[in-house]
Nanobody, 128 residues
Framework: QVQLVESGGGSVQAGGSLRLSCAAS????????MGWFRQAPGKERREREG???????????YYVDSVKGRFTISKDNGKNTLYLQMNSLKPEDTAMYYC??????????????????WGQGTQVAVSS
């Protein structure tokens, strides 16, 4: 049974940093695509925004323009854990952040990843 469990969310002031973690279990994570998505307050699930994605087999990473240079996605294959380091946080980064994986295809970009498993989410709140 595939499980994704996020942690690391919280409340910070603008300019601060947070590191999100996602512990994955129940499948082989060493050669597939994983990503972080966010759902801003008042938005529907279908409006979730892809923030970053990584191909765990080769390490290729992809980011939405609004977080480039501030966020870094990484994966520890030995620990089966996905990370999102978020620096220089802005109030517009406030959202529920979800870890997700597409186990049906190996290599995806942020535009093509179509997750079939999601975590429960972790809340990030950035105040000005």
């Amino acid at each position: 049974q595939v499980q994704l469990v996020e942690s690391g969310g919280g409340s910070v002031q603008a300019g601060g940093s947070l590191r999100l973690s996602c512990a994955a279990s129940g499948y082989t994570t060493s050669s597939n695509s994983m990503g972080w998505f966010r759902q801003a307050p008042g938005k529907e699930r279908r409006e979730r925004e892809g923030v970053a994605a990584i191909y765990t087999g080769g390490g290729s990473t992809y980011y939405v323009d609004s977080v480039k240079g501030r966020f870094t996605i990484s994966k520890d294959n030995g620990k089966n854990t996905l990370y999102l380091q978020m620096n220089s946080l802005k109030p517009e980064d406030t959202a529920m952040y979800y870890c997700a994986t597409d186990t049906r295809r190996s290599r995806c970009t942020l535009s093509t990843i179509s997750p079939n498993y999601w975590g429960q989410g972790t809340q990030v709140a950035v105040s000005s």
